[in-house]
């Protein structure tokens, strides 16, 4: 399994990107997928998670309203639009495939390298 995640850059407050995860070396629409993120000095935390079909959506409530995560099975991807960016959102953001659509870390089963989000107030 190889997950490709892009998209992350250097913004303003205020600002949007989009990232965007390509999966490889799985059945995509069986496995619900998650965003993750870690800033410097701090544990990896939850940003949101999508299900497999991409009915079901969660967020952390540090995003909730802000952020959106979508998925399209037809390209192997997902995607997470991240709206009105706050400095406290820079971090290194990661894509994760999971069993279910949860906050746990631990119910991730692989992991993508990472793309960084830097957020200039």
């Known amino acids: 399994v190889q997950l490709q995640a892009s998209g992350g850059g250097l913004v303003q407050a205020g600002g949007s990107l989009r990232l965007s995860c390509a999966a490889s070396g799985l059945t995509f629409s069986s496995n619900a997928m998650g965003w993750f993120r870690q800033a410097p000095g701090k544990e990896r935390e939850f940003v949101s998670a999508?299900?497999?079909?991409?009915?079901?959506?969660v967020y952390a409530d540090s995003v909730k309203g802000r952020f959106t995560i979508s998925r399209d099975n037809a390209k192997n991807t997902v995607y997470l639009q991240m709206d009105n960016l706050k400095p406290e959102d820079t971090a290194v953001y990661y894509c994760a495939v999971g069993r279910l659509w949860v906050s746990e870390k631990d119910e991730y089963d692989y992991w993508g390298q990472g793309t960084l989000v830097t957020v200039s107030s």
């Open positions: 999508i299900s497999w079909s991409g009915g079901n959506t």
